[in-house]
């Protein structure tokens, strides 16, 4: 019974981390590119995210299925073309089902390529572990980035719109931060969460202290 709920917490702990202690945006600092790029509006951000999860879920599954019969000298060439195929399969499925969206995000879905949060979770964590605890990382850093950018993208969309997910809040007498869906409101967006993040991670510490 010890030995179940002892199994239980690490892989709840492995969930966790991606959502909050190790996110990966407001902790590792990982792809940037994305959440500056294509926040601008909170469906986006939203596309994006889940086109991120579902990439480094698969990815994760197949890398750590795979990690005993990878040499380890192209492993990484390896793990590249692994996270391409699914990344081409997140496009094509994009480019059918929703092409605006599609459009919207543009060059930025092959881009998920190079994004170094996935090959990270691939030679850090997916090689190195079981198929579930692989599968259980991978969507705790998938849905801490997809929160990230979901944060970001609301301010954006907020001020810069005056909307959320295209649902006007204010009115037509609302005057837009133009600012905020051009490309320094990315900066201005993410510097103020950063900030935010830190302070409330600091005042913890010291809380706990």
Request: hydrophobic content about 55%; glycine content about 8%; some cysteine.
């Amino acid at each position: 019974m010890n030995e179940e709920v002892k199994k239980g917490s690490e892989a709840a702990q492995e969930f966790i981390k991606g959502l909050w202690r190790e996110n990966p945006v407001f902790v590792a600092v990982l792809g940037m590119c994305p959440a500056l790029a294509v926040t601008n509006s909170a469906i986006n951000a939203l596309a994006m995210g889940l086109a991120t999860v579902f990439v480094l879920v698969s990815s994760s599954l197949l890398v750590s299925l795979l990690r005993n019969a990878i040499p380890k000298q192209v492993r990484i060439t390896a793990y590249i073309v692994i996270i391409a195929t699914f990344v081409t399969v997140v496009d094509f499925m994009l480019a059918a089902f929703s092409p605006t969206i599609h459009k919207a995000l543009g060059a930025f879905i092959a881009l998920i390529v190079v994004n170094c949060l996935i090959l990270g979770r691939q030679e850090a964590f997916a090689s190195k572990n079981k198929p579930g605890l692989a599968i259980l990382d991978a969507l705790g850093m998938g849905a801490g980035f997809t929160f990230a950018l979901l944060c970001i993208g609301i301010i954006r969309e907020v001020l810069g719109s005056g909307s959320l997910f295209d649902i006007s809040l204010f009115g037509p007498t609302f005057e837009p931060w133009v600012v905020m869906i051009l490309p320094p409101g990315g900066f201005f967006a993410l510097g103020f969460l950063l900030l935010f993040f830190n302070w409330y991670i600091a005042k913890k510490k010291k809380a706990n202290a």
